[in-house]
């Protein structure tokens, strides 16, 4: 298996534990927000869609497209349907960079702006940072569930 078919499986499974803890949610599930995290799992699933397509289309494939990062952040009243739609298009739009990404490029440089400034990257680890963001997120959207879960009473 080539390196970037087993990426996107690693890359999937995050997609999917993430599409998980949304699934269903009724929309004051989706919008809540714990004492303990401060995001909320529609924050978390917008903000996860926006930083993929912003790395993956802005600076692997250098395909440019607006993103509004404060906006993820006051991402509320957007329901799971919507929210599960942008996690899938975005998994559909990564899809397609990687299918034209060839293995050699994942050591050629790219350039970002970030917070700091312009910096230098490989596409290797614009790759792994995608990889363990989505991973952090997911993960923190797992744990809301389940203080979601502990709060309500829900089971399933």
Aim: without cysteine.
């Amino acid at each position: 298996m080539s390196i970037l078919a087993r990426y996107r499986e690693l890359l999937t499974v995050q997609h999917d534990a993430a599409r998980q803890a949304i699934r269903g949610l009724p929309q004051d599930a989706v919008d809540w927000r714990s004492e303990h995290l401060r995001n909320s799992l529609g924050v978390l699933a917008a903000h996860i869609a926006g930083s993929e397509r912003h790395w993956m289309g802005d600076v692997i494939a250098g395909d440019p497209h607006p993103r509004n990062r404060d906006a993820e952040f006051r991402t509320q009243g957007v329901d799971a349907a919507a929210l599960l739609a942008g996690i899938d298009a975005v998994e559909t739009y990564t899809e397609g960079v990687l299918a034209a990404l060839p293995e050699g490029d994942l050591g050629a440089s790219r350039r970002v702006e970030t917070a700091v400034g312009e910096k230098e990257v490989e596409v290797a680890w614009v790759l792994f940072h995608v990889l363990e963001h989505t991973a952090y997120h997911a993960g923190q959207m797992n744990v809301l569930r389940e203080l979601w879960r502990d709060r309500t009473g829900e089971t399933g």
